[in-house]
């Protein structure tokens, strides 16, 4: 793998590690589907609402940079 000589001491316990983690995630998954479900359908609701907004204040910041350019 590139990275490997890229990033110097990057463990390759740490990418062990996080692959036993995902294959625990999984079976407890596979076990109990509804907690998936449930904790899905928060993860994509707290993302809509940091999205929004972050996506509001940047639509205000660009209209303050725009005005002054549509006053003159």
Known sequence: ???RAEI???GE?????????????GILLLLNPL??????AYLVG????????VL???GFSAAESVAPCLAG
Request: no cysteine; net charge positive; hydrophobic share 65%.
């Open 1 to 3: 793998m590139r990275w």
């Open 8 to 10: 110097p001491g990057a």
């Open 13 to 25: 316990w740490l990418v062990g590690l996080s692959g036993l983690l995902l294959v625990i995630l």
């Open 35 to 40: 907690a998936g479900i449930i904790t899905t």
């Open 46 to 53: 707290f993302y809509a609402v940091i999205a929004g907004i």
């Open 56 to 58: 509001t204040l940047l």
